[in-house]
């Protein structure tokens, strides 16, 4: 069965420094996608990034990059110059196919808090 | 273009009530998902579908059923509401496969607060 662990239950940071979320997952399948998503408080939903298994170059997307380490089996996500609008709950989750964000499966998440 | 739509926003049930949970998409996605979140946690995963006529179970799908009729539309049903229910509950949707390596992204709607005293 797959899994995803989020070990940071909370952390703070100061505005405009970078901020690293720690993510392991556990699959024994080659073939898998990896996610991260935002949730402020105000409770949506937002994806940020995405990481397939079988893509060599870790996935960017504007101050969001993912940290792919496919041997350590971990997925970090760091975001480059933090802003106050930074501050949310981060989730990473795993889906069991590869290019697809079918059942998708969800990490505990990590509460990002930035101090002005 | 409306996105993922959610009905209602907010519900109170009495326990072994019944009701369904709405969920549309219009945008032709063949796969859709609903999932709970308890408060701290994660999103759990219940039902998900492929396209209309197929479903499937998720993490924790006891107490909920599904159908998908239309490409559209995938209602979440309780059919007698238990307090160990009581979550925000999301749907979801995409494409089924990302064509050609263009990225694609999954789509939330709104939630559904769920309270079953």
């Known amino acids: 069965a797959q899994k995803i662990t989020q070990t940071q239950p909370g952390m703070f940071v100061q505005e405009k420094e970078a901020v690293t979320l720690d993510c392991t997952y556990d699959?024994?399948?080659?073939?898998?996608?990896l996610f991260w998503y935002k949730q402020p408080s105000s409770g949506e939903m937002i994806f940020l990034i995405y990481q397939g298994s079988y893509d060599e170059q870790n996935a960017t997307e504007g101050r969001y990059s993912l940290n792919f380490q496919k041997a350590r089996k971990s997925a970090n996500l760091v975001i480059s110059a933090s802003q106050l609008g930074d501050s949310a709950m981060y989730f990473c989750?795993?889906?069991?196919?590869?290019?697809?964000?079918?059942?998708?499966?969800f990490g505990s998440g990590t509460r990002l808090s930035i101090r002005p | 273009n409306a996105g993922v739509t959610q009905t209602p926003k907010f519900q109170v049930l009495k326990t072994g009530q019944s009701m369904t949970l709405q969920c549309a998409q219009d945008?032709?996605?063949?796969?859709m998902s609903w999932y709970r979140q308890d408060p701290g946690m994660g999103l759990r995963l219940i039902h998900y579908?492929?396209?209309?006529?197929?479903?499937d179970q998720g993490e924790v799908p006891n107490g909920y059923n599904v159908s998908r009729s239309t490409t559209e539309d995938f209602p979440l049903r309780l059919l007698s509401a238990a307090p160990s229910q009581t979550s925000v509950y999301f749907c979801?949707?995409?494409?089924?496969?990302?064509?050609?390596?263009?990225?694609?992204?999954?789509?939330f709607g709104p939630g559904t607060r769920l309270l079953v005293l």
């Open positions: 945008m032709n996605h063949e796969y």
């Open positions: 989750a795993m889906s069991p196919e590869y290019s697809s964000a079918s059942k998708i499966i």
């Open positions: 699959t024994s399948d080659q073939s898998y996608g």
């Open positions: 579908s492929v396209g209309a006529g197929i479903t």
């Open positions: 979801a949707s995409s494409y089924a496969r990302w064509v050609g390596g263009h990225q694609e992204t999954q789509y």
